[in-house]
Antibody, heavy 116, light 104 residues
Framework: EVQLVESGGGLVQPGGSLRLSCAGSGFTFSSYWMSWVRQAPGKGLEWVANIKQDGSEKYYMDSVKGRFTISRDNAKNSLYLQMYSLRAEDTAVYYC?????????WGQGTLVTVSS | EIVLTQSPGTLSLSPGERTTLSCRASQSVSSSYLAWYQQKPGQAPRLLIYGASSRATGIPDRFSGSGSGTDFTLTISRLEPEDFAVYYCQHLGTFGQGTKVEIK
């Protein structure tokens, strides 16, 4: 059974940093692109970033470029999102998702709240 | 940048009814990369349809997708109580704003 489990969310002050993790199991993690998708409270889905199987290609939405870094450790079947210079508008549930041009498996999400 | 516009914003329907949700792209997109998701409150989205018309594993056949170019639809042939949710279309890194299907 494919499982994705996120962790690392929490309350952080504006300008602060946070690192999210996503542990994958039940599939060959190193064979798939992976993405982070977020959802602000009461809002729709917003793709944030994705990373190729070997980590050689990474793509970001415009508003997080230069502030967020996606990475992965295939030996640990893990995906990461390092977030710097956090803003109130980054407040959201962050999901990791298996990315095959569509997102066929999702984690349960981890809530990031940016507030003073 | 492609924009996906879903309509209507909200549908108020009764169980047993048939419904069609629309997703319109601001420019022609490949149907190979058009997907639909269902999301219930407090849950992660669930993939329903990929490649515009292929049902994901375990999705009931009352859900069907169609379309090409700029116009895509998700049809639910007969609404079950568990189908009341928000539905999103997606093309690569872009999601539509969602259509809420609520109980009338």
């Amino acid at each position: 059974e494919v499982q994705l489990v996120e962790s690392g969310g929490g309350l952080v002050q504006p300008g602060g940093s946070l690192r999210l993790s996503c542990a994958g199991s039940g599939f060959t993690f190193s064979s798939y692109w992976m993405s982070w998708v977020r959802q602000a409270p009461g809002k729709g889905l917003e793709w944030v970033a994705n990373i190729k199987q070997d980590g050689s290609e990474k793509y970001y939405m415009d508003s997080v470029k230069g502030r967020f870094t996606i990475s992965r450790d295939n030996a640990k079947n893990s995906l990461y999102l390092q977030m710097y210079s956090l803003r109130a508008e980054d407040t959201a549930v962050y999901y990791c998702a298996r990315d095959g041009w569509y997102f066929d498996f999702w984690g349960q999400g981890t809530l990031v709240t940016v507030s003073s | 940048e492609i924009v996906l516009t879903q309509s209507p914003g909200t549908l108020s329907l009764s169980p047993g009814e048939r419904t069609t949700l629309s997703c319109r792209a601001s420019q022609s997109v490949s149907s190979s990369y058009l997907a639909w998701y269902q999301q219930k409150p407090g849950q992660a989205p669930r993939l329903l349809i990929y490649g515009a018309s292929s049902r994901a594993t375990g999705i009931p056949d009352r859900f069907s997708g169609s379309g090409s170019g700029t116009d895509f639809t998700l049809t639910i042939s007969r609404l079950e109580p568990e189908d009341f949710a928000v539905y999103y279309c997606q093309h690569l890194g872009t999601f539509g704003q969602g259509t809420k299907v609520e109980i009338k």
